[in-house]
Nanobody, 123 residues
Framework: QVQLVETGGGLVQAGGSLRLSCAAS????????MAWFRQAPGKDREFVAY????????YYGDSVKGRFTISRDNAKNTVYLQMNSLQPEDTAVYYC????????????????WGQGTQVTVSS
């Protein structure tokens, strides 16, 4: 069955960095576009970053542009999110997701989600 497992979250001070990983299994990872979303307490889930299957197209949410980088390793069935210059407003649970079809920044375009990993940024 399809599984997405995020790791790499934790507590970091403002200005610090973290790298999240999402290990995929149960499907042909190299054929699917993938994304990261996040959800802070009391807020809607927010689009963070997207990568096409070949990495030729990558998109970012406005709030993370220039600070976060999405990448993937199809040989390892893993998608990454490098997060630099973290700020307290980046505190959220971060999810990876597999695109089923449709708009890349719309959560209903995604059919499988991981369980999430908590990122907490202290000021």
């Amino acid at each position: 069955q399809v599984q997405l497992v995020e790791t790499g979250g934790g507590l970091v001070q403002a200005g610090g960095s973290l790298r999240l990983s999402c290990a995929a299994s149960g499907f042909l990872f190299s054929s699917y576009n993938m994304a990261w979303f996040r959800q802070a307490p009391g807020k809607d889930r927010e689009f963070v970053a997207y990568t096409s299957w070949s990495s030729s197209m990558r998109y970012y949410g406005d709030s993370v542009k220039g600070r976060f980088t999405i990448s993937r390793d199809n040989a390892k069935n893993t998608v990454y999110l490098q997060m630099n210059s973290l700020q307290p407003e980046d505190t959220a649970v971060y999810y990876c997701a597999r695109l089923r079809g449709g708009s890349s920044d719309y959560e209903k375009s995604y059919d499988y989600w991981g369980q999430g990993t908590q990122v907490t940024v202290s000021s």
